[in-house]
């Protein structure tokens, strides 16, 4: 077949980009048009995502891709973070920007409606991990603070949904970022309507759920005028970027019932799961605080959140404030040159969540807890990665429990496989090899998606014997499981796991 292009859209809390994706029926390229920073912004008291600022460079992305590729170009495809969503009013007005789920509004909220209905029930209807910012309490915290908002709206759309309305002018909730709003039921894949009605939240602002893969149409005429491409479909991915990065793992085994590879989605967050055909909504689900988001292909993504990269993210940005810039290579660096296992964190504690100043933080909860406290910056980050990989260890624990399944190795995708230490720690800590790569799995998963969609690819398992063909990976494997094993031990008694 002559080469196609997709186009993706992935854009994360921190950042975005648009891409293309160059496809010729048995390899897959990828190129960056353009990037932007992204962030939430401080306002009145309040955290909100600049939707508008971010619209506009998606469609410089856009006018990049028309010149460059011209007629060339086949659909576009967006992806983001989970949880977070815009509000319509009556005409389809954008009510106001979307709020951030590190807004300190939800907290609140979350101890009310756990009060209110308890967890047990609001899990029996949603499998969904216990955030306090999931979009449930998002909404719940808009109620209880009687948002005009709120009370305005007509339509709820996640993020990556209200861009695909504003290219195509065309409102559809797609499903693989509808299961993390914790108001979606799993079992019966459909809106939980009745959780919604119990606390007095308005269903009828949601729309039809839509499966990824689905061409919703084609980019309006003000978009192609403004844009210059003409002729142009819309297809949405698995809007969420997990679901994306999923999609291209790289795994030669199919999903199935008894799973033997797992997966981390290595970036700000750690995601770390299993691909299954069913969800798993138990109790000893709950208890160990799993979710069951949407999959491609129908399937379900078990898998925990784990506070990722974002710890070294933050104590990078404070001693840059402190005038102390350090590459990612040069922290990477200085932490392989510290010394291992030496403090350790529980990088999901609540304290990491927000922090004035995470460094300090970091040196907090170990003189809390009675260990070294890490002074140098090597030793911050090394405390931090250690712990993120001890804490991979402790959820592909879970998983093979869960699952009743044994893993054989783990895959790692996206920014974090650029992290050695890392992906080798993680490994250590596993017991596990780890392959790592590809680097760019969300946007790759985006574009296989709309080839798929196109018939460029007849399956998922195809659309990852592409990704394998295109991308090299690094495989590390364990090295000193005595030391390690010691160190999960006091791991897991530090964490209170």
């Not at 709206?153 to 993020?159: E, K, Q």
């Not at 291209?248 to 750690?270: E, F, K, L, Q």
């Amino acid at each position: 077949m002559s080469e196609q292009t997709f186009l993706a859209v992935d854009l994360g809390a921190s950042g975005g980009r648009c891409l293309a994706g160059h496809f010729d029926g048995a390899r897959l390229r990828i190129e960056e048009l353009h990037r932007f920073d992204n962030g939430p912004v401080a306002a009145a008291g309040v955290l909100q995502w600049d939707v508008l600022r971010l619209w506009t460079e998606i469609q410089a992305g856009l006018r990049i891709a028309a010149q460059r590729f011209g007629s060339n170009v086949k659909s576009i495809g967006v992806d983001t973070w989970g949880v977070d969503f815009g509000l319509l009013g009556r005409g389809d007005t954008l009510l106001a920007n979307p709020y951030c789920y590190r807004d300190p509004r939800w907290p609140a909220a979350y101890d009310k409606a756990l009060a209110t209905l308890g967890r047990e029930a609001i899990f029996a209807q949603t499998g969904v991990q216990f955030m306090p910012f999931n979009s449930l309490y998002q909404l719940l915290a808009l109620r209880t603070l009687r948002s005009p908002v709120l009370e305005a709206a007509t339509s709820l759309l996640m993020i990556p949904d209200l861009f695909h309305w504003l290219l195509t002018g065309i409102k559809a909730n797609e499903l693989t970022n509808a299961t993390t709003t914790q108001f979606y039921d799993p079992t019966r894949r459909a809106w939980a309507t009745e959780l919604l009605d119990s606390l007095d939240l308005p269903s009828g602002i949601l729309g039809p759920l839509v499966e990824p893969g689905t061409r919703i149409g084609r980019l309006t005429s003000a978009v192609a005028a403004e844009t210059g491409l003409r002729d142009v479909d819309v297809v949405l991915p698995g809007t969420h970027d997990t679901a994306s990065a999923v999609m291209a793992v790289p795994a030669a085994a199919a999903h199935g019932a008894r799973p033997d590879w797992c997966y981390i989605s290595s970036g700000t967050w750690s995601l770390m799961g299993v691909e299954l055909p069913r969800p798993v909504v138990t109790d000893r689900c709950r208890q160990l605080n799993f979710t069951n988001e949407g999959g491609v292909g129908g399937t379900t993504r078990l898998l925990k959140n784990i506070t990722g990269l974002w710890l070294v993210q933050e104590c990078r940005r404070i001693w840059a404030q402190a005038g102390q810039s350090h590459s990612w290579d040069e922290l990477a660096r200085l932490a392989n040159d510290a010394p291992p296992l030496v403090s350790l964190i529980d990088p999901d504690d609540p304290r990491f969540v927000a922090p004035a100043n995470m460094p300090e933080t970091i040196r907090d909860f170990c003189r809390q807890t009675g260990q070294p406290v890490p002074e140098s910056p090597g030793a911050v980050v090394r405390a931090a990665i250690d712990s993120l990989a001890l804490k991979c260890r402790w959820v592909l624990g879970a998983l093979e429990e869960l699952s009743a399944s044994s893993m054989a190795v783990v895959h790692v995708v996206g920014g974090g496989t650029q992290n050695r230490l890392l992906c080798q720690a993680t490994s250590e800590a596993c017991g596990r090899p780890v392959v790592a790569g590809p680097v760019e799995a969300t946007a790759l998963g985006n574009v296989m998606m709309q080839a798929l969609s196109a018939g460029g690819v007849g399956s998922i398992g195809e659309a990852r014997e592409v990704v394998r063909a295109s991308f090299p990976v690094l495989t590390y494997e364990p090295r000193e499981a005595d030391r390690w094993a010691e160190a999960y031990g006091r791991f897991v008694t530090l964490c209170k796991l």
